[in-house]
């Protein structure tokens, strides 16, 4: 079974701070997503990565897939008030369609 | 972006009874629908896959008697929780997957909160 392990799972910055987050998966990824979260409602897709060494970038977050295709990480410039919410990210079967997610990253950016 | 909307948003039932929560997609044919539970400050944990008029598929450890799917049409599942109890309070939430294969694509409904009393 994949075990999708994300770090750090709470982080509280005051705003125009930067941070990364981490996702590690116990096996090759199919398809990394990342979602964002905020309370009371479902998750927003981010970005899909496929590509082993693949950079993205949103704005003001960059994502970057990792050689192996094991693990990622989410950056944020700047951050704001806005950017509270928790961050998913999540293995995406292409035959199956299930999404496995990781724990979440639980991030809050006081004004 | 595609559309998936979820009803009731919340639900407040006695323990016992049963709750029907339904998971529309609105622009767009759903291959596949799935259905989350979240737990306060946890992740989203898959239940089920759910396929228009078949059986859905269960993952390991969620009681298929317990959690009903239906899925009536491509547009439409509903999941059905019988004789709740309040370990059953939760956020539920669906998706719906459009497209196949590399190109598949899955959006989320808003989410249903359901507090048994």
């Known amino acids: 079974t994949q075990l999708l392990e994300q770090s750090p799972q709470f982080l509280s910055i005051q705003e125009g701070e930067n941070l990364t987050v981490y996702c590690n998966s116990s096996?090759?990824?199919?398809?990394l997503q990342w979602y964002r979260q905020e309370p009371g409602e479902g998750p927003v897709l981010l970005v899909t990565v496929v590509t082993g060494g693949e950079v993205k970038k949103l704005k003001r977050l960059t994502f970057q897939f990792g050689d192996a295709r094991k693990d990622s990480s989410l950056h944020i410039t700047a951050a704001q008030p806005g950017d509270t919410g928790l961050y998913l990210c999540a293995d995406l079967s292409s035959n199956t369609g299930k999404l496995i997610f990781g724990q979440g990253t639980t991030l809050q950016v006081k004004p | 972006g595609a559309v998936v909307s979820q009803h009731p948003s919340r639900v407040i039932c006695k323990s016992g009874t049963s709750v029907k929560i339904e998971c529309r997609s609105l622009d767009f044919q759903a291959t596949t629908m799935f259905w989350y539970r979240q737990f306060p400050k946890q992740s989203l944990m898959l239940m089920a896959t759910s396929n228009e008029g078949s059986k859905a598929t269960y993952e390991q450890g969620v009681e298929k008697d317990k959690f009903l799917i239906n899925h009536a049409s491509l547009t439409l599942s509903t999941l059905t929780v019988t004789s709740a109890h309040p370990e059953d309070s939760s956020f539920y939430i669906c998706?719906?997957?459009?497209?196949?294969?590399?190109?598949?694509?899955?959006?989320f409904g808003p989410g249903t909160r359901l507090t048994v009393l």
């Open positions: 096996s090759v990824f199919s398809s």
């Open positions: 998706s719906a997957r459009r497209g196949w294969g590399s190109y598949n694509e899955q959006f």
